[in-house]
């Protein structure tokens, strides 16, 4: 999932959640959720590094709480960008996939 929160805090609808990162009622969805955010912060303003950082955990927080049952595996961010990578706890996938596997390109 990608979108462009346009320095927007997380919304709390739980149909929104359930539509956006493909989880039904039960708490049931794919193995593996990557999401990334854009404009996280105002890139105008002159404090966006530090306002940056606290506003990417409250949606890594926001989307942690909705994904019940997954792992967050890499979590990281780039100015007005965030971009994290959730497991399901109970796949074999995870099991058997090393996570050196998920190393950062140039």
Known sequence: ASW???AAPPPSSVAFWERWLGI????QGPDMVVVGLQEVVDLG???S???GSLAAVDWERAIAGRLV???LIESVSL???HLMIW????TE???RWPLRHLGRTA
């Open 79 to 81: 100015v007005g960008l």
């Open 45 to 47: 303003s002159t404090d």
């Open 49 to 51: 590094l530090r306002s």
């Open 87 to 90: 497991m399901r706890r109970d």
């Open 4 to 6: 462009n929160v346009d």
């Open 93 to 95: 996938t995870l099991k």
């Open 69 to 71: 049952g997954y792992r």
């Open 24 to 27: 039904d009622a039960t708490g």
